[in-house]
């Protein structure tokens, strides 16, 4: 594999692992606020993040 690709793979990693810990913190969010009235938008931006990582997992 030439360097360039590893430098790829280890971008896409990084970006993985950046929306994995967004995710989290938006499933605290929605666990611990479920009477906040922001709790449609944590889980319209929870759903969104997910949908972008199975797209930059399927690359």
Do not use: C, G, V
């Not at 499933?27 to 611990?32: D, E, V």
């Not at 931006?45 to 399927?58: T, V």
């Amino acid at each position: 594999m030439d360097r360039n690709k590893i430098n790829e793979l280890k971008e896409i990693k990084k970006e993985i692992e950046d929306y994995q810990r967004k995710i989290e913190e938006l499933q605290r969010k929605i666990a611990t606020k479920e009477k906040d009235p922001k709790i449609e938008q944590y889980q319209k931006e929870y759903d969104e993040h997910i949908k972008i990582l199975i797209y930059i997992s399927n690359k």
